[in-house]
């Protein structure tokens, strides 16, 4: 996870926000200020729900962490690079394009970015 | 040498400033009802010269986040589907939606070998300024993934192609006011040449201050405040053009697919011709030479005489310069040879869509052709003197109108005329 200097300035923080609903943009600031795996969780599902709208829904109702970005949500290759750059911004970890090929759920999705900013509790989860 | 197909169209889908479906065109039409309204461009604390525009209604676009826009009830499109469009995109899907459905073409029909979509607009001038803007305010300047796809020229057919699955051809068509008619001429060959049995052709435009404010400073743009009077073409007070936005579709089809398919067509397209100016960056010959050449072109291709010509729907935007190039070239082609055709610009309705006029305005030929109707010129008051020997109607005619010529003129000089035919012909 990056450090505090790292993070995004709080200005842009609130621009890249903008396209989200108001909830979303509240967990993110709670992240910001408090970050758990808790909120983490949220956050990322707030993401998948963004790109993927009621098809996410559907296929999270019936399959939770299983739901495969591409095969279930039709995820391209541009919606899996705005997902990485909003991982970066809304939660400090950074997904090379190259991890992609191993993280074919949300299942995977959520605990790539759980073990990169939690590091020490990555093996209690 | 085989008879040529005829080519016929099947399907109507508008967004408009004068109605965003078949019907409530067609009503605004016939009952004169103009879309102009004021604009605020540039917020209140910087008043503009320019203060009317043909707004789109029932369509919230003001945001460059796709997630932030609200369309009418009755459309249903997922994040992936809006994630990549510029304002005119999503425009453009919802009048594509209608003209496929009424032109009764299923999905698999669509998405067949023999179907191809042609389109034209500006692309986005709004999304790249967000997007270039983003760009320049990140430190490594990576900007976002959608910024591309979602406003260069092109940005309809990467986006309308893939939403439909078109397997046939998917290309652009660019020659500013004149595009989406060049998109229906070369659509109409293609289908003549035996290629595909239908092309969808979409013209669409964004209406918001990056797109049409910068006409300002060509001082193309009217500057009256009143939008019952604003937009006048033809008549002796026109002083510019008022900026206009949204998304017309058409289905082109061989007869032989629409017969067999048993859908009735709008009308015949009988054929079409272009011509350049070889001028001016902007403004036309000023008596209308290149226009004149595409339309005796137009003539000769379609073997008609001027006198067969029952109705002409004028490119004239309501700029001084441009109105009066075409009225003397319409008076050079038609009065000089004895013919009196209907004349009107219904864009003292809708305000000019730029890129998507031609378009836009084929649909309203098509609904004047199966409906039986000649569009009256709204706010016309006092012909301007080029217009000498002109019939042009205040209202609308509830006559059939006979063979129909659309024109669509652009930067450059660039001229194309359409032909059209009642269906079945008489």
């Known amino acids: ?125 | 040498m085989a008879p040529q197909r005829r080519v016929v169209i099947t399907g109507l889908g508008f967004v408009t400033s004068i109605g965003n479906d078949r019907a409530t065109v067609e009503a605004s039409l016939r009952a004169q009802r103009h879309g102009i309204a004021r604009m605020d461009f540039a917020g209140p604390d910087r008043p503009l010269g320019v203060k009317v525009a043909g707004t789109i209604k029932d369509f919230d676009t003001a945001s460059p986040h796709w997630s932030k826009w609200t369309y009418p009830p009755g459309y249903r499109f997922l994040p992936n589907s809006l994630r990549s469009l510029a304002p005119h995109g999503l425009y453009a899907l919802c009048a594509t939606e209608q003209a496929i459905a009424d032109a009764r073409l299923t999905p698999a029909q669509v998405s067949d070998e023999a179907t191809a979509l042609f389109s034209s607009s500006a692309g986005s001038a709004f999304m790249l300024h967000h997007f270039l803007s983003v760009m320049h305010d990140t430190p490594d300047m990576r900007g976002t993934p959608m910024g591309v796809v979602s406003s260069i020229t092109g940005t309809l057919n990467f986006n309308l192609g893939t939403y439909f699955k078109i397997r046939g051809a998917n290309c652009g068509f660019v020659s500013a006011c004149a595009s989406s008619s060049h998109a229906l001429g070369y659509a109409c060959d293609e289908i003549r040449l035996g290629r595909f049995e239908r092309v969808i052709v979409v013209g669409a435009e964004d209406l918001n201050t990056d797109a049409l404010i910068p006409f300002m400073s060509m001082k193309a743009l009217t500057e009256s405040g009143d939008p019952d009077r604003a937009s006048r073409p033809f008549d002796r007070g026109h002083d510019g053009f008022v900026g206009s936005g949204g998304a017309a579709v058409l289905v082109l089809e061989s007869a032989e697919s629409a017969a067999a398919r048993q859908v009735t067509p709008y009308a015949e397209m009988l054929g079409w011709a272009q011509s350049a100016d070889g001028f001016n960056l902007a403004m036309p010959h000023p008596e209308g030479e290149g226009l004149v050449r595409a339309l005796r072109r137009a003539f000769r291709t379609c073997d008609l005489t001027p006198a067969d010509v029952g109705y002409v729907n004028a490119h004239a935007t309501s700029t001084p310069q441009g109105d009066r190039a075409e009225a003397l070239a319409l008076r050079t082609v038609f009065t000089e040879a004895g013919a009196q055709p209907a004349v009107s610009s219904t864009k003292g309705l809708t305000g000019h869509p730029l890129s998507m006029s031609g378009a836009m305005e084929a649909g309203f030929c098509a609904l004047a052709l199966r409906e039986g109707f000649v569009p009256g010129n709204a706010h016309l008051e006092e012909p301007d003197e080029a217009c000498a020997g002109l019939d042009l109607p205040r209202e609308t005619r509830t006559v059939a109108p006979g063979i129909v010529v659309s024109n669509s003129s652009g930067f450059g000089g660039s001229n194309v005329v359409l032909v059209f035919a009642p269906w079945p012909a008489a």
């Not at chain 1, 200097?5 to 609130?14: D, G, Q, Y």
């Not at chain 1, 605990?111 to 900013?117: E, N, Q, T, Y």
């Open chain 1, 1 to 125: 996870m990056k450090s505090e200097s790292e993070k995004i300035p709080e200005e842009k923080l609130r621009e890249k926000l903008e396209p989200f609903p108001p909830e979303f943009q509240e967990l993110v600031w709670t992240y910001r200020r408090a970050p758990s795996p808790e909120v983490l969780a949220k956050i990322v599902n707030g993401i998948m729900d963004y790109h993927g709208g009621e098809v996410f829904r559907e296929q999270h109702a019936q399959k939770q962490d299983a739901v495969r970005l591409v095969e279930d949500l039709a995820f391209d290759s541009l919606t899996l690079v705005d997902l990485s750059f909003q991982a970066e911004e809304f939660i400090g970890v950074v997904i090379q394009l190259e991890d992609f090929p191993k993280i074919k759920t949300l299942g995977e999705l959520q605990a790539f970015l759980r073990a990169k900013a939690f590091p020490a509790a990555g093996a209690a989860c």
